[in-house]
């Protein structure tokens, strides 16, 4: 379905490395994708050379920044939709362990499929949650469990950090991946910071494959989360932070 070997060079230059035994996987969610989108119209992007820069590459730039920071620690993708980067991600993430989560059952039940079939190609199979994230983050299977928050696409960054950063333990790490836009969000967002106790660490850009740009801005928790975050979706919407 995708050319494995131009997945394999193109990872290179992006220093992760995938062994050569692994490129099947990725073959089979690339082809999984495209069979599946019919039925559960999962993303837009759909044509292999599209699928391996725009989803699995950009997927695969979180695995240096978690390793880089915590080999072991936990990993919840927020908003995963069709997998993205959780199940890829999780791939090269040997021994982390992810949970992805989502409020589209179709779209959970496409990654319950997919993961049981990939089996032993994962270390650590992904756990998968099917709610929104304000709810998963009142519950205390939750809130304040993970080492990391990871997110794609999901909402603008002072909404996106009500969401990701009650899930996450105090000292642990919020990994938002964001465009170009990324430091008018920053600006945006600064009272979010402020209310749930995270600071930015780092940013790191990266040009894709594809000339657009990444920043995947990082930001540690260091106090815990209040009780009255994150609120009600409805009052999310309606005056964010
Ligand atoms: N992260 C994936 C990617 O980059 O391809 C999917 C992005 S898609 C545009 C946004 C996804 O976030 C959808 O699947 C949607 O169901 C999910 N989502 C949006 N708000 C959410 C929330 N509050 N809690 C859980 N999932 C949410």
Redesign the pocket.
């Known amino acids: 379905m995708i050319d494995t070997n131009n997945l394999k060079i193109t990872a290179e230059k992006y220093g992760i490395v995938i062994p050569e035994g692994m490129l099947k996987y990725y073959d089979f969610i690339a082809e999984q994708l495209v069979e599946k989108n019919k039925c559960y119209n999962l993303?837009a992007i759909l044509e292999p050379n599209d699928i391996i820069n725009k989803?699995f590459i950009d997927s695969l730039t979180i695995v240096p920044v978690i390793s880089k920071i915590n080999k072991l620690g936990s990993v919840i993708?927020?908003?995963?939709?069709?997998?993205?980067?959780g199940t890829i991600a999780a791939l090269a993430l040997k021994e982390n362990q992810s949970t992805l989560?989502?409020?589209?059952e179709k779209?959970i039940n496409y990654l319950i499929d997919l993961i049981a079939e990939i089996g032993e190609g994962y270390a650590h199979s992904p756990k998968v949650v099917c709610?929104?994230?304000?709810e998963?983050a009142k519950n205390e299977n939750h809130r304040e469990k993970y080492d990391f928050a990871v997110?794609?696409?999901?909402?603008s960054l002072n909404t996106l950090t009500e969401?990701c950063v009650p899930l996450i333990k105090v000292g642990g790490f919020f990994v938002a991946?964001k465009g170009k836009n990324a430091e008018n969000e920053i600006a945006e967002a600064k009272n979010a910071m402020s209310e749930l106790n995270v600071v930015i660490e780092d940013m790191e850009k990266i040009i894709l494959p594809d000339e657009s740009e990444r920043n995947i801005l990082i930001m540690r928790k260091i106090g815990a989360t209040p009780d009255k975050y994150p609120r009600r979706?409805a009052a999310i919407k309606k005056k964010p932070l």
């Not at 997110?151 to 909402?155: E, I, K, L, Y």
């Open positions: 993303t989803h993708d927020v908003g995963t939709g069709a997998g993205f980067p989560l989502d409020s589209s779209k709610s929104r994230a304000e998963a997110s794609r696409a999901v909402a969401l991946m979706s």
